[in-house]
């Protein structure tokens, strides 16, 4: 087999029997011929078959044996590529780099995203790859965000300008050869230029003089013809022949080969009738229009993928250019880029917060709806983060910068839209096969076409038009875009309603859910409850408060909040807990002023032989309220009961109405007992069979794979770190922006709004994203599957049909744009839960209240 070789940074090793099993790893895997590891290089070799295993899977080996592989992420922009034919040649050569584990490429954003491994390859090597293979880099050297779009926006505005350049040119000098050429085969011309020759004629002959004998008017309109279509052919369409001869220098072939060979055929076939004085009709026409076609539907494909892309052109522009920073007691004003963490930034009324930080000095009021949604400004006072991009309505303040550049809130949205927006859909994989073997076929058609032609009619000229009609409206541009285009617009319409998806793969699997499991605390409901009930057994409820807060004011679950929050409020004097023992997924104990305090469940208090059966009418009533009953023992017996409740947010209702209006079964999962949780599921209009109550957080992952276990897909919905298992289990996770770092990064659909309504938003967008795809995929395809047959003449013989080489050249410039104009519709789609369900939800919140 032929070997390729691979060289891996490894980390983890401190042995030599680390090395030996890594390479006993590695050689376990199919396609790997050799296997060596060095300790002392910390370095793994590999020899395998690129035909067998792909470097990807190379490194899951390594990591699979319990070690880890250094690797980097680099992306650029890259120019030039023309069709899905041109992204699988610069993929290619990526992944021939060696260090290079993986590439991708995306025609519609026009952007590589390499993994490799750092000190085997560097980035001045990977652009070579690029250049070498026919293409463009666009260098954006600079760590902030907004500069390196400036830098990107230039070179793109550039490549646009000169495609302008090449299109005014083409329809100067085309339309007026179109014009003339009609008009010469209609015969509106003869009459108006026969008189004129006939009469030069006569004049040269009288006086006896002989007389010269003119070559007809028409060939001089075919020079002048010829004139016309030269500047056409040769500037306008210089890319199209100097990327169809990159193609041939790596012995591949793309949209512009065809392109090349169609209107190349057309031209030189007319340029050899004309100097030989050979009989027949030229087609200068036909080879500038099929240019000049192919021009126009180009700039209106680039005009129209420059705004699939608005999305992240409107989250760059929210960022701060400057920034004020007190320096050796100097206020100054500096780039974004060059703010430090830990430096003090100043910020007035009216401007926006430049980096993430916290408050040092000053009090203001902040408008974060470009974060949360909410339209109401967010008090900040000292010691309150304050996030970059937002916009500081009142006072003045200083604060201290956390997160800068790259780490930025902002920018990590960013980020994670341009990674979405740049992977590839499941689907896509077929797509890409089909297009890199499209054009060599397309090509193998119409040359087909033209020997079957000429040996059926022995007409060339007859046979070189089909042939010709068949290059040119072959399209794998609209094969290439259907896709990417699609997700790029979904995305990035889901970015700007606070709907951020991870990738492509998550959007795809969103649009099959058939089960939404929703975590209830911080999700259904708010997440901070109150203490609603205090009973005490010997009548003194603030001294039971009192007792339960001190417990646990070292406890970070929310009842135990709620309960130091509500001493607190009372003005309690709270003490520090002695031997303070959590006990996970019951309750806590310790000792305070020298009594052994535990607090927890009913569950719990039997578990401890301690009896419950007097309060079981209390239980009854808290539990039918939706409230959780919290026991609290002292020494030994039952001090008394609190009464606790988490309010259900407003939306809740409406949003799981709007899910069960799409079709999906929805599921609340808590560890509330059954009573109680089915009181808060009567209130967002749940049935008790909808309820999975008493689950511990270690348990919630094993109900998720029990409901998957029935075939169903599922999605995860929480936003806590005791949901992070869960949300990775779920075949999509989806984590409440409100939530933990943990449970983002565990999920493929992250809201950064609170409000439970995004859940049925984000599932009808994927759906209605995936349609569009679909549909772009239904086009690109049928497309070509009827207008190559037409094209090459098969329903001639029956119908008369010939399809103009010029009328395949404009069909094939608008398949492309008519996919990206399909995509772009999606930015209009309206995500709002719509009045229906949303009077359903009213009306279920209006019963249970």
Not at 90 to 110: C, P, Q, R
Not at 138 to 167: F, G, H, M, Y
Not at 622 to 638: E, N, P, R, S
Not at 699 to 715: D, F, H, P, T
Request: proline share 4%; charged share 20%; hydrophobic share 45%.
């Amino acid at each position: 087999m032929a070997t390729k070789q691979l060289t891996l940074p490894v980390t983890g090793m401190t042995c030599a029997s680390c090395a030996n099993r890594i390479e006993r790893g590695l050689k376990k895997v199919g396609g790997v011929a050799t296997a060596e590891v060095n300790l002392a290089t910390e370095q793994a070799v590999i020899g395998y078959d690129p035909q067998q295993v792909q470097p990807s899977e190379l490194v899951k080996a390594v990591e699979g044996a319990g070690y880890g592989v250094i690797s980097d992420r680099l992306e650029f922009p890259v120019t030039g590529m023309t069709c899905a034919s041109c992204q699988g040649r610069v993929e290619k050569a990526l992944k021939k780099v060696e260090g290079v584990i993986d590439a991708s490429v995306n025609l519609a954003t026009e952007r590589a995203v390499v993994e490799y491994a750092p000190g085997v390859a560097s980035w001045p090597v990977l652009k070579a790859a690029v250049e070498h293979a026919g293409y463009g880099v666009i260098e954006t050297n600079t760590p902030d965000v907004a500069e390196q779009e400036d830098v990107e926006l230039a070179a793109r505005s550039a490549e646009v300008a000169d495609k302008r350049r090449k299109l005014i040119v083409a329809i100067a000098f085309g339309l007026p050869l179109f014009v003339l050429s009609m008009a010469r085969d209609l015969g509106f011309i003869q009459p108006w230029l026969t008189p004129f020759w006939a009469q030069t004629e006569e004049l040269m002959g009288h006086g006896g003089t002989e007389i010269m004998h003119y070559p007809a008017y028409a060939d001089y309109l075919n020079w002048l013809f010829l004139a016309l279509a030269t500047p056409v052919q040769f500037y306008s369409g210089r890319d199209f022949y100097g990327h169809a001869w990159n193609a041939l220098r790596h012995r591949t072939a793309n949209m512009d080969t065809l392109i090349a060979i169609g209107s190349s055929a057309a031209y030189f076939y007319s340029v050899a009738l004309l100097v030989f004085g050979l009989p027949g009709h030229v087609y200068f026409e036909t080879a500038a229009v099929i240019i000049a076609l192919i021009l126009v539907g180009k700039y209106l494909e680039v005009r129209a993928k420059s705004q699939t892309s608005a999305a992240i052109r409107a989250l760059m522009g929210l960022q701060s250019r400057t920034a004020r920073v007190l320096r050796a007691g100097q206020e100054v004003e500096v780039r974004i880029a060059d703010v430090r963490v830990g430096e003090i930034l100043l910020v007035r009324p009216g401007e926006k917060v430049p980096v993430d930080g916290v408050v040092t000095s000053g009090q203001s009021t902040i408008d974060e709806s470009m974060l949360t949604g909410e339209s109401l400004p967010v008090e900040k006072k000292v010691g309150d983060p304050v996030t970059g991009a937002t916009v500081n309505r009142s006072g003045a303040f200083q604060f201290r910068a956390t997160r800068v550049g790259k780490e930025t809130a902002l920018a990590q949205i960013i980020k994670l839209v341009q990674d979405a927006q740049g992977s590839k859909a499941p689907v896509q994989r077929l797509v890409d096969q089909i297009s890199s073997v499209f054009v060599p076929v397309v090509i193998g058609i119409a040359m087909l076409t033209f020997l079957v032609w000429l040996a059926v009619s022995g007409d060339f000229t007859q046979a070189l038009l089909f042939a010709v009609a068949v290059l040119v409206i072959a399209c794998p541009c609209a094969l290439g875009l259907a896709t990417p285009t699609a997700i790029m617009v979904g995305t990035g319409t889901g970015a700007e309603h606070g709907i951020l998806i991870k990738n492509a793969e998550a959007l795809e699997r969103a649009s099959g859910l058939q089960t939404v499991v929703f975590d209830k605390t911080g999700t259904i409901t708010v997440g901070k409850p109150t203490v609603t009930d205090t009973i005490a057994t010997d009548g003194d409820v603030r001294e039971l408060l009192r007792v339960a807060a001190s417990v646990e004011r070292n406890s970070e679950h929310p009842l135990g909040e709620a309960i130091v929050r509500a001493a607190q409020e009372q003005g309690l004097d709270l003490v520090q807990p002695q031997a303070f023992e959590a006990l996970a997924g019951h309750g806590v104990r310790a000792n305070i002023d020298g009594r052994t305090v535990t607090i927890g469940s009913p569950r719990l208090m039997r578990d401890q032989a301690l009896s419950v059966d007097q309060f079981l009418p209390t239980i009854e009533r808290l539990q039918a309220d939706g409230k959780t009953a919290v026991f609290v023992a002292v020494d030994g017996a039952i001090a008394g009961v609190l009464g606790i409740a988490d309010t259900v947010k407003e939306t809740s209702a409406a949003a799981i109405a709007e899910l069960q209006r799409l079709g999906l079964q929805v599921k609340m999962l808590t560890g509330d007992n059954q009573r109680t949780a089915e009181a808060i599921a009567r209130r967002i209009g749940l049935d008790s069979a909808d309820v999975l109550a008493e689950v511990l957080p270690e348990m919630k992952a094993a109900e998720v794979k029990r409901l998957q276990s029935g075939g169903r897909i599922v999605a995860m919905v929480g936003d806590g770190i005791n949901d992070a298992p869960a949300l990775a289990q779920a075949d999509i996770g989806i984590a409440m922006g409100t939530g933990t770092d943990v449970a983002m990064e565990a999920a493929g659909i992250t809201l950064l709004r609170g409000d439970l309504r995004s859940v049925p938003q984000a599932v009808a967008l994927s759906r209605r994203t995936m349609r569009t795809i679909k549909w772009n995929l239904f086009w690109a395809f049928i497309y070509n599957i009827i207008g190559i047959p037409i094209a090459a003449g098969v329903f001639y013989p029956l119908f008369g049909w010939q399809l103009s080489p010029m009328i395949a050249a404009g069909a094939m410039a608008f398949s492309s744009v008519f996919v990206v104009t399909n995509s772009l519709r999606l930015r209009r789609v309206n995500l709002e839960t719509e009045s229906t369900s949303r009077e359903v939800g009213g009306r279920l919140a209006a019963q249970s209240a």
